[in-house]
């Protein structure tokens, strides 16, 4: 794995948007509740919880816990129905009071990176033009980083390759690369290795373990035990709270 | 990488469905591109073969005046006459500077197959014709000559100098007569005429003291109405059948008897838009849905609803501007199977008459294809800028 490329700039870009007390995600009382029809779900009743610059965050629960509704309130894809956050220095919630979706788009697109169980890549771009996608909208040129992204996640011999030349794995690293171009403090992962085999799984997870050492936040959901004890600090959830043990 | 070689790309996912989809809108564009250019063509023809009459009245028998049009631009046969003495009393008019009258008939040749054209005319014929020129001789040097236009001479394989046999079986013997001269080409109806001098004309095709049409020139184009109005009295008076007709009402007849075709043609035009603009609407609105999951993928990653809704955009104005590109090409193409096909079914149509490409039609073709592509992206647009990131990305798997 290539070791030549680290991620200095985002530290320093995330040193100022660390909120007041030091912290780059606070939530209090979050909740979230779903409403179906006459039916009301709630998928998350009134979680704590923080995470420091640079921290590895586990969210560890089993299915229907209410990971990905974490990730989602987080990375400010869904608003919350109660409870404050702050992420990266923006209120995101407040009570009822919500950031702007401009601003969410902002957060995310300055702040935030995101990888899924699934990779989500555009078949038609190789492997270097799908990491650069979010430079477009950001309005920045950056082939060289791009590149020397992939070679830090160990893809630098493929970056002319389609998603459909790639293996499991690879396009995982792809969508890690991509997610990591506008150099976010916070990377929010959701079962990005649910859909590997466990030597990959252990890679990709590696390669994150290595990332939040050179100071990027990572908040990891899974409902595998045995990562949990990888990271710097693991929130149990289940049916919607914070359990501690 | 930039919204344009990302748009470009998704058009290219789907080569078939891309190309059927600007073939469509290509139909329409060349539809229209070919109905401007045919309406600019006919009214240029029409005017210019008009003005080369080098005459502001036209007199003919009473009869249908479309036919008479047709005849007077092409040549043919007339089936109906006028008295030579109505000459006189076109002469005797003021405010005319110049006239002339001349007698027609068409020998047919080859089973039916070919049509030759005589005309009979005066000495004041030439100072009507603005190219009256000659290649080589001269005016008719005796009453038993000719003169040819350049295509007759061609065909005929004859200079000035040699002579040429006018007979048709059954009504006209044998005549032979000398060709005087030669005209230089001047792409009008004159290359396809044998000229002959009005009596000569008249007795060789048993026509005596018959015409088939005065021109008029007006010594000050104002005073053609004035002009007009003098003539309808004076033939009243003599109680001669001339249907006198100003050219500049002939352009608005002939122009006007299109008009109801230009009608249909638009209409067609219009349902031919129409399919094309729905066909590109479904395409779009298919692609967004087929890549719900990419759109909400770049909304979660930071792209905001207007890059959403640029990119889509885009991608449609590429689909219609490719489509107003293939439709010029197309109607370049087809110009000439169009004039041709055009030609067998209007009642007249400009010799010299071709679609051509002009720099206003392009720009309406061209901007047609881009207000096409900003009505039918808006919706799959709008779509695509609403995708909601958490249900995208959750849906399925890929
Ligand atoms: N859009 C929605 N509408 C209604 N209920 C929802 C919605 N999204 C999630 N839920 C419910 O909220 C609860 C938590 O869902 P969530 O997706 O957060 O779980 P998870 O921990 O990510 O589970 P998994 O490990 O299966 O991904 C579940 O009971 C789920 O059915
Ligand atoms: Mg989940």
Known sequence: MARGVHLTDHRNKGWFIVTRNGQLVHATGLSRTYTVGRREIPALRGVDFSINRGEFVVLLGPSGAGKTTTLNLVGGLDRPTGGSLSVAGEVVADGSVHAKESRLNALRREHLGFVFAEFHLLPTLSALENVQVPLIWADESGRDRAEALLCRVGLGHRLTHRPDELSGGEMQRVALARALINQPALLLADEPTANLDTNTRDEIFGLLRELSDEGLAILFATHDHELAERGDTVLRLSDGVIVHD | ?398
């Open chain 2, 1 to 398: 990488m930039n919204w344009t070689a990302i748009a470009l790309k998704n058009i290219l996912r789907r080569p078939i469905r891309s190309i059927l989809t600007v073939a469509g809108v290509g139909v329409a564009i060349a539809m229209l591109f070919n109905l401007l250019e045919f309406q600019r063509g006919y009214e240029k023809g029409l005017r210019s073969e008009l003005s080369d009459l080098g005459a502001h009245i036209m007199i003919v028998p009473r009869g249908c005046p479309y036919e008479a049009a047709t005849i007077v631009l092409h040549g043919g046969k007339w089936p109906r006459y006028m008295d030579e003495e109505w000459y006189q009393i076109v002469r005797g008019t003021e405010g005319i500077e110049a006239s002339t009258a001349i007698i027609m008939d068409a020998i047919i040749r080859d089973g039916g197959r070919e049509n030759l054209i005589y005309m009979g005319i005066d000495e004041n014929y030439p100072s009507l014709r603005q190219s009256w020129r000659y290649a080589s001789g001269d005016w008719f040097s005796g009453t038993q000559a000719a003169i040819l236009g350049s295509s007759v001479a061609r065909s005929m394989g004859v200079t000035a100098g040699g002579s040429i046999t006018i007979e048709e079986k059954g009504r006209i013997p044998a005549t032979e007569v000398t060709v005087a001269g030669v005209l230089e080409r001047t792409n009008s109806q004159d290359d396809g005429l044998v000229f002959l001098p009005q009596h000569t004309m008249q007795q060789i095709f048993g026509l005596q003291g018959k015409l088939v049409m005065i021109l008029v020139k007006l010594a000050d184009v104002t005073q053609t109405e004035q002009v007009t109005a003098a003539l309808r009295s004076a033939s009243a008076e003599a109680d001669a059948g001339m249907n006198i007709f100003p050219l500049s009402e002939l352009l608005g007849t002939l122009t006007s008897l299109l008009s109801s075709t230009r009608v249909f043609v638009l209409a067609i035009v219009a349902v031919a838009f129409i399919i094309g603009g729905v066909g590109v609407l479904t395409t779009i609105l298919m692609a967004v849905y087929e890549r719900t999951r990419e759109i909400g993928m770049m909304k979660a990653m930071g792209a905001a609803k207007s890059d959403i809704f640029r990119l889509i955009w885009l991608e449609t104005l590429f689909t219609t501007i490719g489509g107003g590109v293939a439709g010029i090409l197309l109607a370049l193409l087809s110009g000439r199977g169009v004039v041709a096909l055009l030609k067998t079914i209007l009642p007249h149509t400009p010799a010299d008459f071709a679609l051509g490409m002009s720099g206003s039609t392009l720009a309406i073709c061209m901007g047609v294809s881009v207000v096409l592509g900003v009505v039918a992206g808006t919706w799959p647009a709008w779509r695509a800028a609403s995708i909601s990131p958490i249900t995208a990305i959750r849906g399925g798997s890929s």
